[in-house]
């Protein structure tokens, strides 16, 4: 497995523009969160400690609330990484499925059955992968074309919320929460226009020697 | 080829002579065939007869299957929200103009009705659906993979419908009928991942055949995009076999006309010029008139319609059959000093001229019967209507023009010093003999070093322009369409047998698509299952007793409530009665569409074709469009798969349309071979000399191989329509070879013969002069082959046998 050099700001040019962003951020985080922040945090900053992370394998337990079946259902299993563009989350947890993308194409399987598709022709899913995957690869410009992206908090918590730019798909997926710390995520909350709800929680798993 | 001949004369004529009245009976009824004949213009002609079962199927979805009814548009330029507008706004203006079946740009929410139909009946349609599918066990996995889905975007398909279809047939009936391969999705319109363009798929009601109706379509296209594109800077692309009809169907339109038109008018010049007589003019016309009535009246006789490229060649069949009537104008002229009457001039040409015209004739026919049994309807036809044209002009001529110019035409215009010019000419070529040898040496000799470059392909052949096939290789590109290099052809007695036999291949497909080795598959029968699969899974519905009683079990503890379901149990009640459904019950829906171009019912008698197409994972060879060589590893693997499967074929499309080509360049080699065999036979048997025969063959032989080498040096590749050309410069040019041969042999050479073989060879290069400046490849390649060739033929005639030009006209010079 590879793993490359963390990137550092380089000018003193860069630096003071990273203040003067960082700057914003605090103000507008002082005037939004009611929260004190230790150490200015920015997008571009945390993009970078992500961009870094190669390769990563976590479990997960989601719980999400249906409203329709008044019920909260919850499920466990991995969650895989490996760069620049393959993700897989399998559910093991009440039922074994697995959803594996890699590049453009998604792969879904369930028992015996499994389907393939192009990501970019469907949309819906496309928001839902994308908003990890661009976190996860720290690729700022694929967040920012399908979303609204705002950064909160310092490098010890962040919190990343994203709102699909698309209004057709904001009907379905009102906004997305990601949070964690430093390179690590720990949380990814899915809120969905008709109002159920999910988040899933994350654990980094001691991954088996590569 | 229009000029009507004179009737006077002709009456007069018919009085006399009974051979004048079958005549004009023949053209009579020829007459009334060409007029009632069906024309065509399509691509028809440059598609091939196919011997194999995988391009049968090819070739009938080329033809008029609903490959032959689907265009591809493009929305390029422009801002990204403005193409989208300009989609959307465009659809809803095709799908209420009635020209099309089914306009689909990715938009799915108009399809909120045939949703509702298969809705209805997804307990026969789901491939899920099995006795197992409602015990409790079943009932349980259903429900907790639905609710698996609820609270994520793949679940909001099911909210609406969670209570009545708790184990989420709706999602297993979606998966099954959606490919694998899409276009990208943007703002709820399909738009490409290259390029600024938004995209739809037509599918026009107009059959492949019905022009008209295909051309009313795209002119509605465009009167579409000209209103939602307003003045954006957009731009619209267009394309689509039915585009290319459309298009080669006026260009070849304006050809002949342009052919025959320019065609007609020169060589009526030329007559003038030589003959200087209105009265001349017309009997000279007259075998020409008879040989293209003659032959349109025989192919539409003989194929039922008459091909645009047919009387393309045609026109070049002026150049041919007004060959004869100059020789016999030209001939008949009663030798000065020869105590032949007046009025008898003919009886001497038909003794001592005939036979060497009518060898001429022999010669043409044996090189055209090759072509009768091309595969190629195009060859075919043009084999046909040259044998009955060419027969019609050289009766007409034997027969009808001694009524009319009993002594060939009057010494006027400019024949005189033509003839005295040909004999001048004629006296010299002979001398620079070694030139001429040395030139063909040359040419051997360049051949030797570079080969003529045969080729067999479709381009060649289609009057296609490479811009528009390059247009619509990125617009199927961009739409993943159902264009895969490779595909699998099953065939049927009917509906249900086909269907049935693509679930069988269906199934073998799976296991490919578990392993990996495919991306998935599409074929009829996900979208329309067979009527026995669908009669086994209304089997396998249980009584309400016994699915209530199953339920209760199976909600036990579970995520939904047993009292909701209530629906559920109505609605699998209430489908255990149905009927399976059919082709015909989805006529009315958008799957029509689909369906229509993967399950093929037969015209008339013949086998129903369902076609499965194949998605290759990115990664194998083959699965780019345009890549022309599918890995050889997945074709064996995938024979190895479907083996055993009744009628099931793999159809490597560029590959069989290669091996297609390929073949009929060799098979029309080989008649060509045959052709020229005949000739020399015939003309072996006729000299009964093997230096006659020899100093025949030798002129023919060296301005072929002259062509060649031209074409050679040019780096030009030949196709089928150039070795018909190859063949014509034989049939044409042996006449020449022939008649210098008898002058020859007579010891004298008049020069009346010498400028009547002048001015037919003149007709000639100019009628297929003309044909080299067609932008209609098939008639181009003729063309610029046979004029340089017939042009050849003649000053290597002259060249290479040598006659002595009578002394009072050489005295002239």
Known sequence: ?210 | MSAAPDPMPVAVAAARRPEAWLWVLAMVAALVVAVRANYVADLSAFLPAAPTAEQRVLLEQLRSGVTSRILLVGIRGGRSEKRVAASQAMAAALRSSGEFRSVDNGDTSAYGEAGQFLFDHRYLLSPAIDARRFTVDGLREGIDDTVALLGTPAGTLMKPVLWRDPTGETIRLAEAMLPAQAPRSEGGVWVSRSEPRALLVLTMRAEGDDLDGQARAIEAVRRAFAAAAGSDGMQLEISGLGVFAVQARAQIRGEIERLATAGTAAIIALLFVVFGSWRALLVGTLPVASGVLAGIAAVSLGFGRVHGVTLGFGTTLIGEAVDYAIYFLIQSRPAAGLSTGRGRGYEAWVAGKWPTVRLGLWTSLAGFSALVFSGFPGLAQLGVFSLAGLVAAALTTRYVLPLLAPDGAAALGLRGSLGRATSRAAAWLPRRRVLVVAVVAAAVAALAHEPAAWRGNLAALSPVPPDALKLDASLRADLAAAEAGILVAVEGADEGQVLQRAEAAGARLDALVRDGALLGYSSPANLLPSPATQRARAAALPSREVLTANLVQATQDGPLPFERLGPFIDDVESERGLPAITRRDLASTPLAAALDAQLVSPRGRGPWTALINLQLPPSAPGAQAGDSEPGLSDGNRLRAALAGLPDTRIVEVQRELDALYARYLREAQWQAAVGALVIVILLGAYLRSATRLLRVLVPLAASEILVLAGFAVAHAALGVLHLVGLLLVVAVGSNYALFFDHLRERGDADADTLASLFVANLTTVISFGLLATSDVPALSAVGMVVAPGAALALVLSAALIGVKPRAESAAHG
Request: zero cysteines.
């Open chain 1, 1 to 210: 497995m590879r793993t490359s050099e963390p990137r550092r700001p380089r000018s003193g040019g860069r630096a003071a523009r990273l203040r003067r962003a960082a700057w914003r951020a605090l103000l507008v985080a002082a005037a939004t969160v009611p929260v004190a922040v230790a150490h200015a945090f920015d997008l571009d900053e945390l993009m970078r400690i992500l961009a870094d992370v190669r390769s990563a394998d976590a479990t997960f337990i989601e719980r999400r609330t249906v409203n329709q079946i008044g019920r909260t259902l919850e499920s466990a299993g991995r969650l895989s990484y490996r760069a620049p563009d393959t993700f897989t989350r399998e559910t093991l947890r009440p039922h074994r499925d697995k959803l594996a993308v890699s590049g453009n194409i998604v792969t879904m399987s369930q028992g015996d059955r499994s389907r393939t598709m192009e990501l970019d022709a469907a949309p819906e899913a496309q928001v839902m992968i994308e908003a990890i995957r661009g976190t996860l690869t720290g690729n700022r410009s694929l967040l920012e074309r399908h979303f609204e992206v705002r950064l909160e908090g310092p490098a010890e918590s962040w919190l990343l919320e994203l709102v699909p730019r698309d209004v057709r798909l904001r009907g379905q997926v009102a906004q997305l929460r990601v949070s964690g710390r430093q390179a690590r995520i720990r949380e990814v909350d899915v809120r969905m226009a008709d109002g159920d709800h999910s988040e899933m929680l994350i654990e980094p798993a001691i991954s088996p020697a590569p």
